[in-house]
């Protein structure tokens, strides 16, 4: 199997409490129905992660938590490098991706589109919750496919 790297942007979050820290922001109603939904499209084809990175940031990990029944014991590590991280941040966190299988960062914006875009030389827009496919061949990155929530049946 070649190595593939889901990259995923957390789901939609909530700004009702406008003096929470940005960090510590969770998901809304939206957020907590499209996660699982994501979870299922993931699942279905045949994409289901070895190792997930995510952010430490609280709608992060709530993705996570709402997509887990899907994903059951696969490893996942906390990173808050994540976390408004540069491309080169992300970069330096997946050099703990899996050699062989697929590794899922979960994280945030602009730096999901900014990743995707640094390793295929594609843009993909990523609204909230939205998951980019890339798949490595001979040092070359390629998007595969992209899962946006409005576009599921």
């Known amino acids: 199997m070649p190595r593939r790297l889901i990259v995923m942007r957390h789901a939609k979050s909530s700004w009702e409490e406008p003096d929470l820290d940005d960090h510590d922001r969770p998901l809304n109603k939206r957020g907590i129905r499209d996660a699982p939904r994501i979870a299922d499209a993931i699942h279905d084809r045949g994409w289901s992660p070895d190792l997930i990175l995510v952010s430490s940031s609280k709608r992060t990990l709530q993705t996570l938590s709402e997509m887990s029944y899907r994903f059951g014991q696969v490893p996942s ?70 899962i946006r929530p409005k576009e599921i049946q």
């Not at 808050?80 to 960062?105: C, F, K, P, R």
């Not at 594609?122 to 496919?145: C, D, I, N």
């Open 77 to 146: 590590q906390i990173r808050s490098g994540i976390y408004h991280a540069t491309v080169n941040d992300l970069l330096l966190e997946l050099e703990d991706m899996v050699q062989e299988g697929t590794t899922m960062i979960l994280g945030h914006n602009p730096g999901s589109e900014i990743l995707v875009n640094h390793l295929s030389r594609e843009w993909h827009t990523m609204p909230t919750a939205t998951v980019v496919l890339l798949v490595e061949s001979r040092g070359k990155w390629t998007v595969q496919e992209v």
